[in-house]
Structures are given as C-alpha cells and as structure tokens.
T-cell receptor, first 111, second 112 residues
Framework: NAGVTQTPKFQVLKTGQSMTLQCAQD?????MYWYRQDPGMGLRLIYY???????DKGEVPNGYNVSRLNKREFSLRLESAAPSQTSVYFC??????????FGEGSRLTVL | AQSVSQHNHHVILSEAASLELGCNYS??????LFWYVQYPGQHLQLLLK??????LVKGIKGFEAEFIKSKFSFNLRKPSVQWSDTAEYFC??????????FGTGTSLTVIP
C-alpha cells in the first residue's frame, strides 16, 4: 500500500522554466491538497481539490496551476518558476476520519 | 477565514521536562482540530485530533491536548519529554469546506 506518492523528490530549475509536480494516492480519497513549507511559515495551502473534477485556491495560489486528472492524481504546475517558489512541496489526501496523509515531499530550488 | 496560530516558535527543554505548546484557532463554528508532528527529514504524521466530545484527547507517544472552547485554544501537552520528541509540531484545523489550515509550527529541541 503506497499511500501518497510524489515525484520528483528533488528538482532544480532556472528562473522562467516550467515543471509539474505529480501526486497520486491509492486510498480512494476524495480530497487532495498541495502545500508548500517554508522555514518559519509552516505549511501554506496552495490549492486543494474536494473531489474529482473540482479545484479551489488556497492561501498562496499565485504562480501555480493544478489539475485533478482523476480521483487518484492531483498535479501542481509552475508555468514560469521564480526564486520565491523555492520550497518544499507536500501533497496530501484526506481520509474518512479527517486525517491527512502526506507524501514524502518534493524539494524545489529555483535559481 | 479560519486560521490557527502558534505562539511558541522554538522551545528547548531538557529530557523529562513537561511540555505545553500553545495553539489558538479563530473560527467560531464547528471545529475539527489536529496536532501533527514532523520529525527531521520526514513528512507530517498525525499525533491526535479533536472533533467533539471529551475535550481532553489522547494521542500517540504519550501526547494529549485539551480543547478549551472559551479560550479558542487546543494546547498540546506531554508530562515528560524524551530526546526522540525533537521535532516540529503543527496545529491545524479543518473547516466544513475541507480546507485544511496549519499553524506556523513550533520547533521543539529536547536536550539529553
């Protein structure tokens, strides 16, 4: 049982490049989330998806887009990366008991 | 919008000391409150949660938290910390729209 799987685990980009972070869960959860974690700022919600086919903005959506491809997959895209997007990104899905299940994280550096 | 706030940014304790980490939430309706822990280099794991009922909830590894509605607080406690409790601790709440918000976290260092 893999839980929540994120790829890639590490990525270095140059300013202006684009990339997509992939996330998949095998627990049949409806709600999925993308967070970024920065020192001293905790986890900030970028986007979330309450169910397949729906997405909504969180606290810090600017510079990001998301796609809920199906119930399993929720991807996060940076169209034109900026140094301010250097962060650790976590994908999560919400279980029936209200617990969030997290992926291992993706460390992104934008030069 | 809901929010949670954690006022202790960095706590340093000796082993066997007692721990209390503060968490306040600002939403006045139904609350679903959580404490998560992040050990160095790992992702977040659930310590405990409160939805309703007994305001004193017990979690894993000897942690507990008390929900005090009048104070909008959900503080995390442990009677005697161990070196292995060194980690970052996050308070969080979940609203009716399934938005999950986290506090800024408290870094705990336990000195052997």
């Amino acid at each position: 049982n893999a839980g929540v799987t994120q790829t890639p685990k590490f990525q270095v980009l140059k300013t202006g490049q684009s990339m997509t972070l992939q996330c998949a869960q095998d627990m049949n959860h409806n709600s999925m989330y993308w967070y970024r974690q920065d020192p001293g700022m905790g986890l900030r919600l970028i986007y979330y998806s309450a169910s397949e086919g729906t997405t909504d903005k969180g606290e810090v959506p600017n510079g990001y887009n998301v796609s809920r491809l199906n119930k399993r997959e929720f991807s996060l895209r940076l169209e034109s990366a900026a140094p301010s997007q250097t962060s650790v990104y976590f994908c999560a899905s919400l279980g029936l008991t209200g617990e969030l299940f997290f992926g291992e994280g993706s460390r992104l550096t934008v030069l | 919008a809901q929010s949670v706030s954690q006022h202790n940014h960095h706590v340093i304790l000796s082993e066997a000391a007692s721990l209390e980490l503060g968490c306040n939430y600002s939403y006045g309706g139904t609350v679903n409150l959580f404490w998560y822990v992040q050990y160095p280099g790992q992702h977040l794991q659930l310590l405990l949660k409160y939805f309703s009922g007994d305001p004193l909830v017990k979690g894993i590894k000897g942690f507990e938290a008390e929900f005090i509605k009048s104070k909008f607080s959900f503080n995390l406690r442990k009677p005697s910390v161990q070196w292995s409790d060194t980690a970052e601790y996050f308070c969080a709440d979940l609203n009716t729209g399934n938005q999950f918000y986290f506090g800024t976290g408290t870094s705990l260092t336990v000195i052997p």
